[in-house]
């Protein structure tokens, strides 16, 4: 088996709308902003470069293509289209499977007239909706745009699942599968109303005078390409690591079982990246195991800064790590992640001076 290499990058999420931009918020360490319960919406977003989608395509674009699209955009500006075309395509994305955008127009109109102006809602459905709607509609845009046929693989295992497109590409490219290399892409957003219902139902949103526990949720698309060769790499991906757990909690044990494993095989990092998305009870059962395992580690948490995207945390963490110079080239950092009723797992890189 060979290596895998971090060649390239590109971001566009809520607090980060490019590569520059994520370092400054990286450097700066300025927290994300916390709202009341009430203003917490997706922005409308719009894609920042439109020459890159057919008019007949703009049409069918859902909210969580335009970030990813813009995303690419991101990457594009540091590296020619057109090598991209034979790469191996992974996609970790949300879908919009729901619509629950339309009943937040209607409910918004006039919240106390709700139910007399339900029907409202079959005016504003759209036919078209059918095609936003699919799981796949962001890769069917990604690879329209790069004219990429190769592969195409959609996965969908909660918050891993950026991790798990990530341990897919890996395993790809250190086998030598595809010369030109695997992109992977994750775009995901935690301010959607079925999310931010779920969560407030639960308690677990963190807003202005509600402080102690929940997440502080924000959107965010992200793009890698990785290849076996380590010419100009910005990180050697050493392993990518899951452990199957079907919970909805996580305790100590379980990441005890993950994280000594991690040391018997590859011994103490020199960063830890924690997963904490804000729930304080989670938080407390992985801080528990790090301090039991790596008690001298160092270990940051970018979702103060970046927020909680869901799906594409992972891979935010990654690009945080990255654009981080208090993180110094050939330090080995260890970035953990879950996903509910999935599992749990770690991604250990080298951090490299490109």
Not at 44 to 70: H, P, Q
Not at 99 to 119: A, L, Q
Not at 294 to 304: D, I, L, R
Not at 342 to 348: A, Q, R, S
């Amino acid at each position: 088996m060979g290596r895998t290499y971090i060649k390239n990058f590109g971001i566009y999420s809520q607090h980060a709308k490019s590569t520059s931009n994520l370092l400054e918020v990286v450097c700066c360490r300025k927290p994300a902003s916390i709202t009341s319960a009430q203003r917490y919406v997706s922005a409308d977003i719009d894609v920042t470069r439109r020459d890159l989608i057919k008019r007949e395509d703009r049409a069918v674009m859902n909210t969580i293509s335009k970030m990813a699209v813009s995303a690419l955009a991101d990457l594009l500006e540091k590296m020619d289209q057109n090598s991209l075309s034979q790469v191996m395509l992974y996609s970790a994305c949300d879908s919009e499977e729901h619509s629950f955008e339309t009943f937040r127009e209607v409910v918004h109109k006039d919240p106390e007239n709700f139910w007399r102006n339900v029907s409202d809602f079959n005016q504003l459905s759209n036919p078209l909706d059918m095609l936003r709607l699919l799981p796949t509609n962001t890769l069917y845009h990604i690879s329209k745009i790069l004219q990429n046929h190769h592969e195409g693989v959609p996965l969908r295992t909660a918050s891993l699942s950026g991790m798990s497109a990530l341990k897919m590409a890996c395993r790809d490219v250190a086998s030598g599968r595809n010369s030109a290399g695997a992109l992977i892409f994750s775009s995901a957003n935690m301010l959607s109303f079925d999310s931010l219902t779920v969560f407030g139902k639960l308690n677990e949103v963190r807003y202005e005078g509600h402080q102690h526990s929940g997440i502080l949720p924000g959107w965010g698309s992200v793009f890698l390409h990785l290849d076996d060769r380590p010419e100009k790499a910005l990180a050697e991906l050493v392993e990518v690591k899951i452990k199957y757990r079907p919970k909805v909690r996580f305790e100590k044990e379980d990441w005890l079982s993950l994280l000594i494993e991690q040391k018997s095989q590859h011994g103490t990092p020199d960063v830890i990246v924690r997963y904490d998305n804000g729930i304080v009870e989670q938080a407390k059962a992985e801080s528990d195991a790090l301090d039991e395992v790596f008690p001298e580690v160092k270990t940051v948490n970018y979702k103060t800064l970046i927020g909680y995207t869901g799906k594409s945390n992972n891979l935010i963490d990654i690009l945080c790590c990255l654009n981080d110079t208090e993180i110094k080239p050939g330090s080995r950092v260890l970035l953990n992640g879950t996903g509910i009723n999935y599992g749990l797992g770690c991604i250990l890189l080298i951090k490299r001076d490109a």
